[in-house]
């Protein structure tokens, strides 16, 4: 192969690396800004938010609600027996 190509072909593969390298790390800086801000935001959307017991429909903050995962969702409930009575007794994936 001619030598001139040989270092055009080399210029041209640092070029791109260089670019590819900025934009992963561009990504990598968007993506982490993204994630604290959903978190955030989830943090705050957590704090004063009133969820309905779906056994005694009572409202409850969502901080102090009993939680239940199931099913791909999340339940909230007043107490520990209303989330029994959700289960039918039951042991559910409570964490
Ligand atoms: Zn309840």
Redesign the pocket.
Same mark, same amino acid.
């Given at each position: 192969m001619n030598p001139l190509r040989l270092l055009l072909l080399a210029a041209l593969a640092y070029v791109v690396w260089r670019l590819l390298r900025r934009q992963l790390r561009d990504r990598i800086q968007t993506e982490l800004l993204q994630q604290q801000r959903n978190e955030q935001e989830q943090q705050e959307a957590t704090e004063d938010v009133l969820v309905e017991?779906p056994? %005694?429909g009572?409202l409850i903050p969502k901080q102090q609600a009993v939680r239940l995962r199931q099913d791909g969702g999340t339940y909230y409930?007043?107490?520990e027996s %209303?989330c029994d009575a959700f289960t039918g007794g039951r042991k559910g994936q409570d964490e």
């Open positions: 017991d056994v %005694c009572i409930f007043c107490s %209303c």
